[in-house]
């Protein structure tokens, strides 16, 4: 079966002409820039969220546009902006998260206006068309391994049952799983993710090793605050591991960009409660702040317990 590459270059497509707004640019944005600038490069990878452009405004399209995010193969995740030509390919392709995509320069065309503009070719890998490369990969490598095996697996086979009763270990392992196969992975979890696990948990000792993996990982003060939140109201121990909660502390100041992107979002949404704050300056930008800190410290803004808005 074809690898991914192989099936991306078969299912480059190519796009048409439209109007030329750039990517997001930095010193505008603070989104940060992709790989694709000025017409050059690619971005590969998994996408790991869609969302629609934050500064849409409903009153001149009808149709929000779509923002992928993706991972490339390095770790980096990136958002591309909404280059019309890029957005009719998006929906054309209809790419959900999961998918493994790539995005493509492909030279430049005229616009109707006169100006010119950079034109994209984009390729779409299914999720479960994934699963099905790695199925064969795996039965490949069982079968050339089995060639050699089967010679002395006349002692071993009585033990194959017993491995097809293993795979009982469901997706939420992170929740139900014994002593020996508590295996937490803090990359595959949003913020909000962890903090709605660990609400629900009884368990001290997957809570510490939670924490461990975080700190070993992506280390991430809001969600390490609320690892050892859940651990203080199962331990009665408000003392201790305040080192982590007070990384949030009131002595800490919001950095610049950040108060302009909250600044940027409260003159487009006039006001946003707490949830919704938090998915755009941890799930979408990666801040890592507690929102609820953010909304208390926000220059020019009020802020009622739950909901923040401009002044």
Same mark, same amino acid.
């Given at each position: 079966?074809?690898?991914?590459?192989?099936?991306?270059? =078969?299912?480059? @497509?190519?796009?048409?002409?439209?109007?030329?707004? !750039?990517?997001?640019? %930095? $010193?505008?944005? #603070?989104?940060? &820039?992709?790989?694709?600038?000025?017409?050059?490069?690619?971005?590969?990878?998994?996408?790991?969220?869609?969302?629609?452009?934050?500064?849409?405004?409903?009153?001149?399209?009808?149709?929000?546009?779509?923002?992928?995010?993706?991972?490339?193969?390095?770790?980096?995740?990136?958002?591309?902006?909404?280059?019309?030509?890029?957005?009719?390919?998006?929906?054309?392709?209809?790419?959900?998260?999961?998918?493994?995509?790539?995005?493509?320069?492909?030279?430049?065309?005229?616009?109707?206006?006169?100006?010119?503009?950079?034109?994209?070719?984009?390729?779409?890998?299914?999720?479960?068309?994934?699963?099905?490369?790695?199925?064969?990969?795996?039965?490949?490598?069982?079968?050339?391994?089995?060639?050699?095996?089967?010679?002395?697996?006349? =002692?071993?086979? @009585?033990?194959?049952?017993?491995?097809?009763?293993? !795979?009982?270990?469901? %997706? $939420?392992?992170? #929740?139900?799983? &014994?002593?020996?196969?508590?295996?937490?992975?803090?990359?595959?979890?949003?913020?909000?993710?962890?903090?709605?696990?660990?609400?629900?948990?009884?368990?001290?000792?997957?809570?510490?090793?939670?924490?461990?993996?975080?700190?070993?990982?992506?280390?991430?003060?809001?969600?390490?605050?609320?690892?050892?939140?859940?651990?203080?109201?199962?331990?009665?121990?408000?003392?201790?591991?305040?080192?982590?909660?007070?990384?949030?502390?009131?002595?800490?100041?919001?950095?610049?960009?950040?108060?302009?992107?909250?600044?940027?979002?409260?003159?487009?949404?006039?006001?946003?409660?707490?949830?919704?704050?938090?998915?755009?300056?941890?799930?979408?930008?990666?801040?890592?702040?507690?929102?609820?800190?953010?909304?208390?410290?926000?220059?020019?803004?009020?802020?009622?317990?739950?909901?923040?808005?401009?002044?």
């Amino acid at each position: 079966m074809s690898d991914i590459d192989d099936l991306l270059d =078969d299912r480059m @497509t190519g796009s048409g002409s439209g109007d030329y707004p !750039p990517w997001f640019n %930095e $010193d505008e944005t #603070e989104q940060g &820039e992709p790989p694709i600038t000025d017409g050059e490069g690619t971005l590969q990878g998994r996408v790991t969220h869609i969302r629609d452009d934050p500064w849409y405004d409903p009153s001149e399209e009808s149709e929000p546009k779509p923002i992928l995010h993706v991972r490339e193969e390095g770790g980096n995740e990136w958002s591309t902006r909404t280059h019309s030509v890029l957005v009719d390919l998006i929906r054309d392709l209809d790419p959900e998260v999961g998918d493994y995509v790539r995005i493509q320069a492909d030279g430049a065309f005229k616009t109707d206006n006169g100006q010119m503009a950079n034109d994209y070719q984009m390729g779409v890998v299914r999720a479960e068309e994934l699963e099905d490369l790695d199925q064969a990969d795996n039965d490949a490598s069982a079968t050339a391994d089995g060639g050699t095996a089967t010679q002395s697996s006349s =002692d071993t086979s @009585t033990e194959e049952p017993e491995t097809t009763e293993e !795979p009982e270990t469901t %997706e $939420d392992s992170s #929740e139900e799983s &014994e002593d020996d196969g508590f295996d937490f992975e803090p990359d595959a979890f949003t913020v909000s993710d962890i903090q709605g696990l660990v609400s629900t948990s009884d368990d001290v000792d997957k809570l510490e090793a939670m924490m461990e993996a975080e700190i070993a990982g992506p280390d991430r003060k809001t969600a390490k605050a609320a690892i050892e939140e859940r651990l203080d109201e199962l331990q009665g121990d408000d003392s201790e591991g305040s080192d982590e909660t007070d990384d949030s502390g009131s002595d800490e100041e919001l950095p610049g960009d950040l108060v302009e992107f909250v600044s940027s979002l409260l003159s487009f949404h006039g006001e946003l409660d707490l949830s919704e704050l938090d998915e755009y300056i941890n799930e979408t930008r990666d801040f890592d702040m507690d929102p609820e800190f953010v909304a208390e410290n926000m220059p020019e803004s009020e802020f009622d317990g739950e909901t923040l808005s401009s002044a």
